[in-house]
């Protein structure tokens, strides 16, 4: 029954986990591929820990696993943001389909010639 | 100096647990590396202080807890499928809050709702800058991060001078 | 059962690893992109750690876990600040 359970969690955040990585082949826009790579990674992250958790909770040692996950959800939101604020304050091309607010557009840097 | 015995106390709990043994060496060791670090890094206090209320705040874990499930179900379901929906746009979002704390904490929590990314947060006058990736409308974006925005505000409402101006604020949202 | 659907959960990250080591090495990508890439890495490394503590029940890998996490977080915010000083080439 733990077992059961546990199997589910680690499968679905491990789906997940390739879903993200599948997100980054196939998007063409970074700013797209940057929410496919943060949001499925980090809820598939907290899935598998949990699975992890429930597989070694007659073991022990879950005080760690605990501590990663609240770590995790505490710098994931971070991270997120940094890379995208710097890419965008680089002036990265983005998709030309792109809709830009009148705010927006006055705040954004010309974007140099890039790959 | 509430503030540094809270983040020393805080800290030296994360020591111990990580040791996962509670001994008088664990904990004491704990407490001068504790100490060792809050002297090298200063603990900046808030401009505005805050209060927790905890009926509000558990139901904005919930909220935050759902939508980040939505936001991976949607973002999931669009890398499967074939054909791109995908229709992207930069909106600004004026918020409401004048709080630098709470500015922080919805631009964090905004990076993992369903389709937003937050890029920029401009702090003189408290604009917040959004990447959308399926664009219904600019107007729901905003309503979304205002929603948000509230259910922050409710969590952790201001104590000291600044509460007239957020209950102000409050009623007009 | 938990052998059976750990191995399919690491087969799976280590395919999810592969396609991000890819995007990596690309010729295309930006920097932006690698530094995407390596963020979801070591996310998955993370993963694939907690998995086999669960399959094997040794407490070593969650020290390893610990560190990975901490390094993995430092490292984006300090690349992005690069990013953001260089620009995106």
Redesign the interface.
């Known amino acids: 029954m733990i077992e059961a359970a546990a199997s589910i969690l680690i499968l679905a955040g491990s789906g997940l986990a390739l879903i993200a990585a599948f997100g980054l082949q196939r998007f063409r826009d970074v700013f797209a591929r940057m929410h496919v790579a943060t949001k499925p990674a980090s809820l598939g992250m907290a899935l598998t820990l949990s699975g992890a958790v429930i597989a070694m909770a007659g073991v022990g040692h879950t005080t760690k696993l605990i501590l990663v996950i609240l770590f995790q959800y505490l710098t994931a939101p971070i991270s997120a943001h940094m890379i995208g604020r710097a890419t965008f304050r680089a002036g990265t091309e983005m998709d030309p389909e792109t809709n830009f607010d009148e705010l927006a557009s006055r705040i954004r840097p010309r974007p140099r010639q890039s790959a | 100096m509430r503030r540094l015995a809270a983040a020393i106390v805080w800290l030296t709990a994360?020591w111990v647990?990580?040791w996962?043994d509670v001994t008088w060496a664990n904990v004491l060791s704990g407490a001068l590396i504790a100490f060792l670090i809050t002297r090298r890094i200063r603990v900046v206090p808030s401009r505005v202080r805050h209060r927790v209320r905890p009926r509000a705040f558990l139901a904005l874990v919930l909220y935050f807890v759902r939508e980040?499930?939505k936001?991976?179900l949607i973002?999931?379901w669009?890398?499967?499928t074939p054909g791109t929906r995908?229709?992207?746009?930069?909106?600004?979002v004026r918020l409401r809050t004048r709080s630098p704390f709470v500015a922080t904490t919805v631009?964090?929590?905004?990076?993992?709702t369903?389709?937003t990314?937050?890029?920029?947060l401009?702090e003189e006058t408290m604009?917040l800058?959004i990447?959308v990736?399926h664009?219904e409308s600019?107007q729901a974006s905003r309503r979304a991060i205002h929603h948000l925005e509230a259910l922050v505000m409710a969590a952790f409402p201001v104590r000291g001078e600044l509460q007239a101006e957020q209950a102000e604020e409050q009623e007009v949202a | 059962m938990l052998q059976t659907s750990t191995t399919i959960a690491l087969v799976a990250l280590s395919v999810a690893a592969a396609l991000c080591i890819l995007r990596m090495s690309r010729r295309g990508s930006s920097l932006p992109d690698r530094v995407l890439a390596l963020d979801s890495l070591l996310v998955i490394i993370v993963m694939g750690l907690a998995v086999l503590a669960a399959r094997t029940g040794q407490s070593l890998y969650l020290d390893i876990m610990v560190v990975a996490s901490l390094l993995g977080f430092t490292g984006t915010t300090l690349v992005s600040g690069f990013v953001e000083r260089r620009g995106a080439r």
Do not use: K, M, Q, Y
């Not at chain 2, 631009?107 to 993992?112: E, I, K, Q, Y």
């Not at chain 2, 990314?117 to 920029?120: A, F, G, N, S």
């Open positions: 994360v647990a990580l996962e980040l499930i936001a991976s973002v999931a669009e890398v499967i995908i229709n992207p746009a930069v909106v600004s631009a964090n929590l905004n990076s993992l369903p389709g990314l937050t890029l920029e401009d604009t800058f990447h990736l664009l600019i």
